[in-house]
């Protein structure tokens, strides 16, 4: 069981308020021992206290990672206007005692609204977090670009698919469109901004990139690993979707080394690096089949991503968060449907 600590600091006069309202029967908290709560109303595994000023404290909660986002709602829908108020999200690598497996909260009386969030995922918080930093347009971001560019076109160019793997293995694309999937869900027009600017550096980079080794260096169009990525059917589009979703799950869930072999499976980079270096080398006809796979692959992760997060129950906290983040979604949607029937189309007249 994956498990978080949620450090909570807040005014000491709030502590018994907090523990009530953990505890849902007005019932005050036994802060000294790691137990199961199995009769609290929320599934709290243990809480500690400690006073580290004269007059705010620090709660310790311990709790399941996809329990946790239900959590941090209740205490900031709480709290959130104490001075002070602050909370903390830490990953638990292991704990002595284990939690014992038996040891399950009883929820007779959890509301379906305090019960929304039940899906097996980090909250909501964690993964913004992540995804906050992956749509940052950094000097490391930048030389991840070059340098699993520079992989793809060697491979491309020796026809050699174990560099093509390795560049596809670096993924530096993968991060801002998932962001972007994330802020679209979420309507954050902050998030989406930072996401588009990172995506559309990477792409104009790795463009001109690739152009300029395609100017100077010999391209055959016909060697296989440049072949297979100038032209795209429904299997190219099915598989993208597909990797789109499992994308997102591995970053719901907070597993990156799933991420890796959907890096692999999508394969953003190497159509994107192929279009620049059959660009650079006159090869225009073979080039806009290798965009239209890249441009295929990057609508299908985004529309994957959008559609996961919304299953996954991701929303925003606040109600008029909510109605906004429904249109940004709608709208989305829609144009990345048009956009997918729009490439679609031309990839019909194209056989």
């Given at each position: 069981?994956?498990?978080?600590?949620?450090?909570?600091?807040?005014?000491?006069?709030?502590?018994?308020?907090?523990?009530?309202?953990?505890?849902?029967?007005?019932?005050?908290?036994?802060?000294?021992?790691?137990?199961?709560?199995?009769?609290?109303?929320?599934?709290?595994?243990g809480v500690w206290r400690e006073r580290f000023s004269t007059e705010e404290i620090i709660v310790r909660i311990l709790a399941s990672a996809e329990k946790t986002e239900a959590l941090t709602?209740?205490?900031?829908?709480?709290?959130?206007?104490?001075?002070?108020?602050?909370?903390?999200?830490?990953?638990?690598?292991?704990?002595?005692?284990?939690?014992?497996?038996?040891?399950?909260?009883?929820?007779?009386?959890?509301?379906?609204?305090?019960?929304?969030?039940?899906?097996?995922?980090?909250?909501?918080?964690?993964?913004?977090?992540?995804?906050?930093?992956?749509?940052?347009?950094?000097?490391?971001?930048?030389?991840?670009?070059?340098?699993?560019?520079?992989?793809?076109?060697?491979?491309?160019?020796?026809?050699?698919?174990?560099?093509?793997?390795?560049a596809m293995v670096v993924a530096p694309l993968m991060g801002p469109n998932v962001a972007l999937a994330l802020a679209t869900t979420l309507g954050d027009l902050t998030l989406a901004r930072?996401?588009?600017?990172?995506?559309?550096?990477?792409?104009?980079?790795?463009?001109?990139?690739?152009?300029?080794?395609?100017?100077?260096?010999?391209?055959?169009?016909?060697?296989?690993?440049?072949?297979?990525?100038?032209?795209?059917?429904?299997?190219?589009?099915?598989?993208?979707?597909?990797?789109?979703?499992?994308?997102?799950?591995?970053?719901?869930?907070?597993?990156?080394?799933?991420?890796?072999?959907?890096?692999?499976?999508?394969?953003?980079?190497?159509?994107?690096?192929?279009?620049?270096?059959?660009?650079?080398?006159?090869?225009?006809?073979?080039?806009?089949g290798a965009l239209l796979l890249f441009l295929v692959n990057l609508i299908s992760v985004n529309l994957a991503g959008v559609a996961t997060f919304i299953a996954q129950g991701i929303l925003?906290?606040?109600?008029?968060?909510?109605?906004?983040?429904?249109?940004?979604?709608?709208?989305?949607?829609?144009?990345?449907?048009?956009?997918?029937?729009?490439?679609?189309?031309?990839?019909?007249?194209?056989?």
């Open positions: 069981m994956e498990l978080r600590l949620i450090e909570v600091v807040l005014p000491e006069r709030n502590l018994e308020a907090l523990e009530k309202l953990l505890d849902g029967r007005g019932e005050v908290l036994d802060v000294m021992l790691l137990r199961s709560l199995g009769s609290y109303r929320y599934p709290v595994l709602d209740l205490i900031s829908d709480r709290f959130s206007n104490e001075d002070g108020f602050r909370i903390n999200i830490l990953p638990v690598m292991a704990t002595i005692p284990g939690m014992p497996e038996r040891a399950e909260p009883c929820h007779t009386e959890v509301s379906p609204e305090d019960n929304k969030v039940s899906k097996e995922r980090i909250s909501r918080e964690e993964l913004y977090a992540s995804l906050e930093t992956a749509a940052k347009l950094t000097k490391v971001y930048i030389a991840m670009i070059v340098l699993s560019s520079v992989i793809a076109a060697a491979g491309l160019l020796s026809n050699n698919v174990v560099l093509i793997i390795g930072n996401a588009l600017r990172t995506n559309l550096a990477g792409i104009s980079l790795a463009i001109l990139l690739s152009v300029l080794l395609g100017f100077v260096l010999p391209v055959d169009p016909s060697m296989p690993e440049i072949r297979s990525r100038t032209s795209v059917g429904l299997a190219e589009v099915i598989v993208a979707f597909a990797s789109g979703c499992a994308g997102v799950l591995a970053f719901t869930t907070a597993a990156p080394a799933v991420i890796i072999g959907v890096a692999v499976a999508v394969s953003l980079l190497p159509p994107l690096v192929a279009f620049g270096l059959l660009l650079g080398a006159g090869y225009v006809s073979h080039a806009t925003p906290r606040n109600w008029w968060e909510a109605d906004r983040a429904r249109r940004a979604t709608s709208i989305a949607i829609v144009l990345w449907v048009l956009l997918l029937a729009a490439l679609l189309m031309i990839l019909a007249t194209r056989i």
